[in-house]
């Protein structure tokens, strides 16, 4: 399985952006698909996951509020819609999935990584 992830860039405090991933190469292992981000000089922390269904997500505390996933599996791809974007925001995205249906926080629960997206929010 492969994942691609796109959207990020450059915006000021307030804006929004969003991101995709898209899945190939064996999607239909996938059950749960993620974001998680890592800030420079900072660990990669876990930011939001969804289930196979949609039925099911968690985010992390920080971006409550102002993030939203989603996902298409008829394109087997998941969005993360970013509003009211902060600095402390900044950081490189990357899209996770795993093959079990649970959803976990845990870095080292997922299967598959994407390359990254870099997004920037200037003050």
């Known amino acids: 399985v492969q994942l691609q992830a796109s959207g990020g860039g450059l915006v000021q405090a307030g804006g929004s952006l969003r991101l995709s991933c898209a899945a190939s190469g064996g999607s239909f292992n996938i059950g749960v698909m993620g974001w998680f981000r890592q800030a420079p000089g900072k660990e990669r922390e876990f930011v939001v996951s969804?289930?196979?269904?949609?039925?099911?997500?968690d985010y992390a505390d920080s971006v409550k509020g102002r993030f939203t996933i989603s996902r298409d599996n008829a394109k087997s791809t998941v969005y993360l819609q970013m509003n009211n974007l902060k600095p402390e925001d900044t950081a490189v995205y990357y899209c996770a999935a795993k093959r079990t249906g649970f959803i976990t926080t845990s870095l080292v629960t997922y299967d598959y990584w994407g390359q990254g997206t870099q997004v920037t929010v200037s003050s």
């Open positions: 969804i289930n196979w269904s949609g039925s099911s997500t």
